[in-house]
């Protein structure tokens, strides 16, 4: 068949679908929400849960959410800047940030279920980067979610695959295996969980700040200023987040801030006066008329 010339006349134009404006935005990927968004028919309305897991330049978002025709709802999250409440300060946006903020919103939504009792994840061994599953506990079913990456490039030891492991080690079901996670060789299909455990503790970040450190020292003062400031050195950042990791799991609660004293408000216009005033007023205006009238008078 020969080439055909494409004849965009009025007929065409008036046919045209636009597609939708979140895809025309690159926001979305609709062959993969569609897959992550459709349920059985058999459950009838049983919502199905999402992981979303997104990756700011400032923070790291993990929220549960299900989606209606409305849109979605969210039913828990959890953000990197709520870490320094827990005593996790700096590095809010890396791989151990990461872990800590999918662990945090775990045992949040467990909490307000009032499941975290029952499914306390992987406390009692800590964190060993070892592949851990939530299973039944009493007859009762874990909470279950599946990952949401949106268009996040799903390689071998991401950033996203961290906010889920934490979601997992806080006794959540996400299915997952694995072979994404950092320590996986893809050639010999062997999993190194102790060199995913320093990942999580920021092992490889200690070992940059001692090289920095050692080749150009103003450059490690620039550079890890906020690290310094908090009095946080590569031999104390493990201890960092492990003391993070148990007050996440002692009180996974939202910290509120104390509300602003409110002062006086200022009023730029004149204020209503009352009944009372009024009538004062007009007992005044006639009695002040009333003298007038005398005085005219005895002129």
């Known amino acids: 068949m020969g080439l055909v010339k494409v004849v965009k006349n009025k007929a065409y134009f008036k046919r045209y679908q636009v597609k939708l404006k979140r895809r025309r935005q690159g926001k979305t990927d609709y062959y993969a929400r569609k897959r992550l968004t459709v349920q059985d028919k058999n459950k009838y309305n049983t919502p199905k849960y999402r992981l979303i897991v997104r990756f700011t330049n400032k923070d790291v978002i993990a929220q549960i959410a299900y989606s209606k025709i409305e849109g979605d709802v969210i039913v828990a999250s959890a953000y990197s800047h709520e870490l320094p409440a827990f005593g996790i300060k700096v ?81 959540i079901e996400v299915p997952h295996s694995e072979n994404r996670f950092f320590g996986y060789d893809s050639e010999s299909k062997k999993y190194d969980a102790e060199a995913h455990r320093d990942r999580i503790f920021g092992k490889h970040v200690a070992e940059y700040m001692r090289s920095l450190k050692d080749e150009d020292e103003d450059a490690y003062k620039r550079q890890f200023s906020h690290f310094i400031a908090n009095g946080i050195s590569a031999d104390n950042l493990e201890e960092m987040y492990k003391k993070g990791h148990e007050a996440i799991r002692a009180n996974p609660d939202r910290r509120t801030k104390p509300s602003k004293k409110q002062g006086e408000k200022k009023r730029w216009n004149a204020k209503k006066i009352t009944l009372e005033k009024r009538r004062e007023r007009v007992e005044e205006k006639k009695a002040l008329l009333l003298q007038l009238k005398a005085q005219q008078e005895a002129m």
């Open 91 to 171: 590095g809010l946006t890396n791989y151990a940030a990461g872990y800590a903020t999918g662990l945090l919103l775990a045992r949040r939504h467990l909490k307000n279920l009032k499941l975290d009792q029952t499914f306390k994840g992987q406390e009692d061994v800590g964190v060993n980067g070892e592949f851990y599953t939530v299973e039944e506990e009493d007859g009762r079913s874990p909470f279950k979610a599946v990952l949401d990456v949106g268009l996040a490039r799903t390689t071998t030891g991401c950033k996203v695959f961290a906010v889920m492991k934490g979601v997992a080690d806080g006794g």
